[in-house]
Every structure is written in structure tokens, then in C-alpha cells.
């Protein structure tokens, strides 16, 4: 007679609703809201998705800056027993059509400044039966009329009506779907299921040392891998979720004043910009920066901890609900000089509390298409030699949406494989190397993009780094690099080449260095490789690893 | 295509060694293990173990101290495929007996300064085929000959072979077995599975604000509820455990002092000797004090933030891993008079961030003994009406083992009967006001020997207080106070009982108060209230409540 709970995130409101009633789970601009609020507005999205035809299983889409409605959807759609697409802001409307189909959602929750994605698609959708407009008070348009009903009109359909329980039935049932970016091929969906959702939120609260009194700055989408679980996680502590519409230097800095910001997540180049906002000081308190998305350089972990802040170091993936490794500080690491400390910060680092083992492996079998006979032989610990890093567990996506080729493929082996290469340091923290696609060969030596940019970065005057292969008549390729200065500097392109070798071997050091304005971004601040590749490579074809 | 992992603290020592392999794990005397040794010798004891003809499922006994030897069972004896049992160190050898013929245990380990539990039953053993006796370097029988193979001997039985797997086929699989102290007839056998007991470490961790530079002093015995599962929780966050043999205030103070102490947990009756010992000071730094087991008075709490102390009051039971619920702290508190303070952080509180909710609740039905048809039904929440606490979940035993009987009167209507009376404040809160069995019935009136006892505690002479009902011509019951008093401090019965007559209704107050040199205690700490009960009653028969 084992009365076990199923896991699911949706408890965490239900305890936090209990136990601070009263204490501000949200804010955005001037608007406060309690946890009391916050889980009344779950309940009455919830009612009110019933109320419009969603049936438990259906997908509800939300396209969305990081708004309170935003919260509520991570909360009421799966109270509603529906499943949550939160879709990237950034994205054109045939990519939000594709999106919007393949998941087969049936309600979509649009911004009103977001609406230039959906009108030209919302007479070709596929399977959404209403769309559902969010006007925010704090957004541009603010007093605009629209014809479709409003998120409120939803909210109040649900007004209405008893409570839906705060529990589910099977914490392997889906909670939500994150499409991947696609930069090759279609975007893929992502299923998260409840379990992993709510382990993963644990995670979070113990890495990035949450705690009641957290104040939560809102600088990652939360349509990214769902804010890496931290609707859910921060929700769990009981701290406060601060809105944020846009990732601006400026109104960053103004609300870590005015609220005393305890923590942040965002990807480097999020971090970029707030250490280069106009406004940024040094902080009388420590913050806690929690960063991934590409490896911070040891030069941005130094300079971030000169303002104040303190760094904690994440690595994941879309398919692994964000963060599934950290760098773990080690105590030995306080006597280091610091740039050496900071190089140890900047691996990728070892699995989090709740997650298995992180393993770096070589892909072996005759027949590598025949996934199931795939052997995985994991490198040896030497910081050196490269291989395949996998993942497996509670922090792993169930599988790809309706796509059972590409989750088989995926899984070969029985480890998630992620396409990134990396080493394993003999402390046994991973080190990203590069993704297999963006790895320059040349004259058969395989070259780390990721080391060169370091390298390019701990130049003073460089502000960003993007590395690439391009062709090379003698090697097949050569490292180029792209380069943003920082405001006020100066360094010729040779300069900086002239550093870079005496910090790693001559024949990893850029051929060109090629000073830019601006790098081409996903809409989570990845620097798009591929973009920078194509128009060096112009039809040339290029051979691409494992 | 779900890989989901089992969730079992096993994981816990393999991520620890493998992210802190130099770190010190364990501290006991003059040794230390770091990580990397504490996962070695669990492999060596679960090897040793399966050497021993030890197969999945058989139970271990342990009969230990607070030494190296009980964390690495909590890890080795899983790790096997076994279930431990952890007996408890101060019951009789015919108490011993009756828990290891009950639980089926195939090897006992037991400390040399022990076996004097163990030899009068040894020939007598049903199931037990292999005695272990465990040599402490730090016990009094350091220098002892031993005729039984030595747990030194069980290790190197394991010496060599492949390291087992940390982790297991199913979660709901139960990793420990712990036995009721039994004051109400024979001990009861809960068995706790792998996932609770992961899930309840990860709440520890949390609410206790664990992070990886804990250095956790050893003062909670690991054979009650397994420690609060705190030998997985402390392993799972990287930090320190300070082993300690016997509850002493001098030792206590003394590795507070070496070793800077962070954490400790303990029954408000370890807290009173800490607190009481000659070498108490004001500490220059937050201690964590994690209490339960009894409800601390406010009084306590206030003598514990003095010393500097930062309280922590959970509440749960064996049936429950320890702790289920939490008084959260609540930031409007701190402005609150102490004293009002103190008796809001006095109560049992909420559940924890794993668990269910806790509920207060009247048992409703035609047939109470018909358990497939109670009805639980919320008492209000004011603060006054008593019900029995109920839990639920991930945090609560699977069952009592080999009693189904027990284990279904226990979960009537689903939920666990605690057994406990309590009230539901109008903020959640829950509190505690009695045991069932020990709730004073006095002119038809409900009294809380638990609210008068804290009356009488906050006279300033008083150290330690029990209350219980003694037989009243008139009143059937009335209260009668068992007192110590503060060493150096004298205070009639009438000064006692006119002071508790200012706090509380006067029919509440005691009619007598007994000044005593000690209370009968169990071996956790908690004051045994029956063998005072039976002294006052004599052969009277006495009703007893729920």
C-alpha cells in the first residue's frame, strides 16, 4: 500500500499559494501581485482554457515576452491538463505557422506587440481555433483596441468555478513543448514531462542557492526551454518573479536598484549587455549571475565578479530543460591566481544534483545508422582528447513531438546525445570543445572554436568573438575570426593575432581577423555560426563532423 | 522513448565522489575520510555484504553509534540490494531480539561498547547468521578483543571486485526499515522507499539551508527515522559529517569549536543540553539548529537565538522520514514582540517543499474500524478545534512491514494517522496540542498537556517539563506537572502554578506540580509520559482519546 504523490510542478504553487499568501510573487512595472493572486490567476486560465474547448492533452501556445501572463500559463495550462508551447518572440510567421501546426495547438495566447507574427499566417493555421489577445499595460500598445478576445476575456471565462486540482496523474505525462531554434532543419519539439519539471526545479533552487528572499530579474525568455524551469523553481522557493519585457542595459540596472535584484539567468551575451550598460557599477552585494548558452570566457567570469556579481556556471541544452551540468566551485580554487581560477570556472563542469552523470564518449559500431547496436566508449580523462557529450535521466526530454526517427536517433545508444564535442578534465569536469558542426579541421588537427574565441577575447580591446573555419587552399580550412571592439578601443587585426599565439598553438591562431559592428544573434543571443560560415564558404561545400 | 532514472539517494554518494573526491566527507577523533574513501568503503561494504550471502532484499541490522561505520551502512547496505535496519542503541537485548526476529535480518553489525544488548540473545537469533562487531578506535572498547569477525573484516571481504551500481531497479523499493519506539504495545517495522527518501534529502536541503561548506554535527542518533535522512542529504549537498558517539554537551561545544560547526539537528531535549552545558557561549556565527521531536517552547526557541542559534522547527514521525513539516519563516515576524514571535515559530507549521499538505482533520464515519470507509473532514481553521494531523505522499512509509493489518488502520481514508492532535490556524500554520493518547480529558474538556507544559516552562526557574492527566474525583482528569528547575534556581509548586494561571485558562493550569531531578526519557530524547502516567494511576484504568 504505497500512497506515493505523482511529481509535478504544480504543487509548488499550491504550497507557495498556502504558505505566503500575501508575499509578492510577481511584479511587472508597478503592478504587484501575491502568491494568493498568482494562484487564483493559474486557476482562472485554467477554467477559462476548459471553458474555450481545451481538453486535457491539447496544446496550448503562448507567444509572449516575459510577462505575468507568461507565469500563468507555465501553472494554469497543465492545471488545465493541457500542454504548454511557449514559442520564441524573435521568430518570423512562417516559423511560428510551423511551429504552431506541427504542435497542433488549439489556442494561442499572443502579445499584442507580437501580433505582426500571426497576422499574415491566421487565416492558413491548421488547428487553432482561437486566437487570444495579450494587451499589457506595460507594453507598446497599450491602449489599443483588438477584435480578438483579450487574455482577460480568457481570464474571465474561467472567473467562474472550482478549484482544479494542483496534481496529475502521471508525472511522465508531457507539461510542455520547446521547440528548438532549427538552424538545421525544421525545429523540432521538445517534450518535458512533470517529473522532470519538477526535479529539475530542485536543481535550480540548490545550484543557483535560492532562497525565500530571492528576487528573480526575468532577463531569459521564459519560451526558452522554459526559462530553464525557473517559472517553476523560483515559484517553489516562495521568492519574487521580476517582470521584464525587453533585455535593455538600462531598465535592467533600474530594476536591480529598485528591487535589489538577488539573482539573474541569461546567456553571455545577455550578461554582456548589462556589464556594458552605461549604468553598471559595482554592486554592494553579491548577485548571483546563473549563465549558458555558450561557454563564458574567462575573461567575462573576471569582469563580472569585479562588479560584483557571482558567477554561477550551467550547461544544457533545449532537450535537457536547460541546465544539466554545473560548474561546481571547489575550495581550492579561492588560493588560484585568477585568470587560471577563472579558465577552471569556464568548463562546463559536472552533472547537477539531480541529474546522472555527464559522459563524454566516442560513437562506436559498424553501422552508426543502426542506432540501437551503437556503442558509447567514453574518452579518457586528459582535457584533450574530444568526443560526443551525452546525457541521460530525469533532466532529459522524453523525445521529440510526433518525430520518432529524430528521438531514436537522438538516443542512440541509450545516452541523449547533444552534438556538442568536448573534453573530459581528469577532475572529471566536462569542457565544451565545440558543436560538432562548428569544429574547424585543419590539416587533419581538429581546432576548438570555442578555445580560439577565448583567446580573442582575453585581448583588452575585444568586446565579442565569433570564430569559423573558412577555406584554406594548404589546410582545407583556417580559423577566422569576427570581432566587435569595445567602445573607445583601437587594435589592428594583426595586434590581435599576435596575442592570441602567445596564448594557444600557432596553427589555432585566426588567419584573418575581421573587425564588426555586430554579430548575427538567435533571438537567446547565440551567435549564428552558420550565417558568418556561409557567406565566407559562398556555394563551397563544406564537410561537416559526426 | 522515456529514459527516466530511479530516484534513489544512492546517486548521491556517486555524484559527491565524483565532484569532491579530496573533500573530507567524514570526521570521527582525529580521522578523516574524504569522498572518494566514503564511496570506497560503501562499495567494500556492499561487496563485503554480498560475500556474506547477503542477496537483494535481505535486511542488515545495524546497532551503532553516530560512527563512519552507520553513514557508510546507509550507502553499502543499499548498495547490496539490502534493506537496513537501524536499531535503535539504548533498547534492551529482548527489545533487540524482538525487531531482529521481526525483520528477518541474515547480519547484524554491532559497536563492541554494545554488545552487551546483544549476548544475552545471541543463541536465540531466528534469523540473524552472522554477528559483526564493529571495534571504534573512539569507543571504549578500542583496545577489545573480539572472537565475531570485525566490521574491519566485513570491509575487506569486500576489498575486491567491480564497484556495484549506485542505483536501483525500482524507487518504490524500500532502502530502510525503521522500527517504532513502541510505547503503546511492539515496535512497529516502517519502511521507507528510495524515492521518499531522496525526495525528503532534497527538502532537508532546502529547509535547512544546507549548501556544499555544511559542516554537520552528528547529534540526532542515524538509527531514528535514519537521521532525518540526513546521511543522504549531507552526502547529496558535499559537505561534512562530524561523527559523534554519545550526546554530550562538553564533546558538543568542544567540535563546535574545532571543526566551526554549521548544522545540527536534535530533539529540544538535546537542544536544553547543549544550551545548559557549562561551556554554552554566545557563537559568533548562525548555527542551523534543525529541531523536532517534541514541540520546543517558545521559551527554548528564545534561548537558542540568544546563544546565536538559528532555529529550524520541523515536525513529522518515523512513519514520515522525519520531518514533514516546517515552520516557514515569515518576514513580518521580525517585527513582532519575541515573545509573540517565539509562540508563532513554536507551532508544527506546513508541509515541506516535497510533500504533500498537511491537514487537520475530525475522523468521520459509522465504523471507524471499516477504514475503506472514513471520511477525513477539515477541521476549521481557528485556531482552536482539535483534529488528528494527517500526511500524505512522497514523504510518507510505504507501510509497516509484515503488518497489513496496522499499515491500513494507519493510511484510514488514505491519509496517515499521526496519532497527533492539533489545531489548523487561520494562516495554515498547523499546530500541535497533544498526542492522542496523552490529551487530558478534565470535565468534558479537551486540555493540551502540550500548551500547559509550555506555561510552566516559561516560569524562569524552570528547566524541563512534562505534563499529564492524573486521576480527579471530581474532574475525572486535571493536569499534574513534573518540574526540573535550573540549577541554582528555587521555585515553590504554588509560585508555579499562580504564574501559569497568568498565561492560560486556570482549569488548564496543573493542580500539582512535582519538582523532580530527572524525567524518564526515551532514547531519543523524548519524555516518555506513560511510565509518569502509570506511576499517578496505579491500576485505575484510564480512557484514552483517537
Known sequence: ???????????????????????????????????????????????????????????????????????????????????????????????????????????????????????????????????????????????STVTDPTYADLL????????????????????????????????????????????????????????????????????????????????????????????????????????????????????????????????????????????????????????????????????????????????DWAALEPTRRARLQSRQGVGMIQTDAVRVVQVMGDDVTDWASVDLVDVPADGTTMGEIVMHGNNVMSGYFRDPDATAKAFAGGWYHSGDLGVMHPDGYVELRDRAKDVIISGGENISTVEVEQAVLAHPAVLEAAVVGVPDERWGERPKAFVILRQGKKAEPEEIISHVKTAIARYKAPRDVEIVAELPKTSTGKIQKFELRNKEWGGQERRIQG
Open 1 to 143: 500500500m504505497t500512497w506515493i504523490t505523482q511529481l509535478t510542478p504544480l504543487s509548488f504553487l499550491r504550497r507557495s499559494a498556502g504558505v505566503y499568501p500575501d508575499k509578492t510573487a510577481i511584479i511587472h512595472g508597478a503592478a504587484r501581485w501575491t502568491y494568493a493572486e498568482f494562484a487564483r490567476d493559474a486557476q482562472r486560465l485554467a477554467r477559462g482554457l476548459r471553458a474555450s474547448g481545451v481538453a486535457p492533452g491539447d496544446r496550448v501556445a503562448c507567444l509572449l515576452p516575459n510577462v505575468p501572463a507568461m507565469l500563468h500559463a507555465h501553472f494554469g495550462v497543465p492545471l488545465a491538463g493541457a500542454v504548454l508551447v511557449a514559442v520564441n518572440t524573435r521568430l518570423s510567421a512562417e516559423e511560428v505557422r510551423y511551429i504552431l501546426d506541427h504542435s497542433g495547438a488549439t489556442v494561442l495566447v499572443v502579445d499584442s506587440a507580437l501580433l505582426g507574427a500571426v497576422e499574415p499566417i491566421r487565416e492558413n493555421l491548421e488547428t487553432v481555433r482561437e486566437i487570444v489577445v495579450h494587451v499589457d499595460p506595460e507594453g507598446p500598445d497599450a491602449g
Open 156 to 331: 474571465a471565462r474561467g472567473d467562474d468555478g472550482e478549484d482544479l486540482p494542483w496534481a496529475v496523474d502521471d508525472e511522465r505525462g508531457t507539461v510542455s513543448i520547446n521547440y528548438t531554434s532549427g538552424t538545421t532543419g525544421r525545429p523540432k519539439g521538445v517534450q518535458y514531462h512533470h517529473r522532470g519539471a519538477y526535479l529539475n526545479s530542485l536543481g535550480e533552487i540548490v545550484h543557483s542557492d535560492h532562497d525565500p528572499s530571492s528576487v528573480y530579474l526575468w532577463t531569459l525568455p521564459m519560451f526558452h526551454c522554459n526559462g530553464w524551469c525557473t517559472p517553476w523553481a523560483l515559484t517553489a522557493i516562495g521568492g519574487t518573479h521580476v517582470c521584464l519585457r525587453e533585455v535593455r542595459g538600462d531598465a535592467i540596472w533600474g530594476l536591480i536598484d529598485e528591487h535589489r535584484v538577488t539573482h539573474l539567468n541569461g546567456a553571455p551575451t545577455v550578461v554582456t549587455t548589462i556589464m556594458n550598460a552605461p549604468e553598471a557599477r559595482i554592486l554592494d552585494y553579491a548577485l548571483v549571475v546563473t549563465t549558458a548558452g555558450a561557454p563564458p570566457s574567462p575573461t567575462t567570469i573576471l569582469e563580472m565578479e569585479r562588479l560584483g556579481f557571482r558567477v554561477v556556471h550551467v550547461y544544457g541544452l533545449t532537450e535537457t530543460y536547460g541546465p544539466y551540468t554545473v560548474c561546481q566551485w571547489q575550495d
